[in-house]
């Protein structure tokens, strides 16, 4: 008989948690992640097929209006969740020209400084974003009714899993070192490929 995997099994063998800053990552918020990427790639099918029904009922002069709305919802949260993850998996706009040629002391005051700026960024975010949300209450979307909150909500929602994920490199780092951390996507594949052996 099949035993199911708990949890921690399943992801310590899944490949879509992002490996290559494993030092800098709790691995339980990797969970998180995953569950992330998973409604992420819900809202990208969602935003798809809201498009796809949208234009072929236009065509065949039956609009339905609702549509438009259901596909700016499901691209808004995709957006910002999706900003979350790539923050996590260190895949997001980044200086790192400076950061990855400094070694020791300056390398943990730079990545320190950088990462008490996210973290200053997410935080204000986060709390204009909830103001932004509470009145959304008060406003409603022209087609369907619903608050605007239902669109607003994504942005607390990204500045908070954003702070958590920033705070976690930020303490990861200062226990293990930003050492060997990279943000260059062709260095990153060049460190796999080494740690795969030689490509044939």
């Known amino acids: 008989m099949t035993q199911v995997a708990t949890v921690a099994e399943f992801l310590a063998g899944n490949s879509l948690i992002s490996q290559e800053e494993r030092h800098l990552k709790v691995r339980a918020l990797d969970a998180v992640e995953l569950v992330l990427l998973c409604v ?4 990208l099918f969602t935003f798809t097929c809201t498009v796809l029904l949208d234009v072929l009922t236009r065509t065949l002069g039956a609009p339905w209006l609702w549509l438009q709305e259901a596909t700016l919802i499901a691209f808004v949260w995709g957006l910002f969740l999706g900003a979350a993850v790539a923050l996590r998996r260190n895949e997001h706009i980044y200086l790192t020209s400076v950061t990855t040629s400094m070694a020791g ?13 996210m973290i200053g960024i997410t935080v204000t975010v986060a709390v204009t974003g ?5 009145q959304g209450f008060g406003n409603l979307l022209p ?23 920033a705070v976690e490199r930020l303490v990861k780092g200062w226990r293990t070192g930003f050492e060997g951390a990279t943000h260059d996507p062709r260095e990153q594949a060049l460190r796999a490929a080494e740690l795969d052996g030689p490509v044939s």
């Open 130 to 134: 909830f103001r932004v949300f509470q």
């Open 143 to 165: 087609v369907t009714g619903l608050p605007l909150a239902y669109l607003t909500g994504a942005v607390p929602v990204f500045a908070v899993l954003s702070a958590v994920f």
């Open 40 to 43: 992420c790639g819900l809202l």
């Open 105 to 117: 002391r300056r390398r943990l005051a730079m990545e320190t400084f950088n990462s008490l700026v």
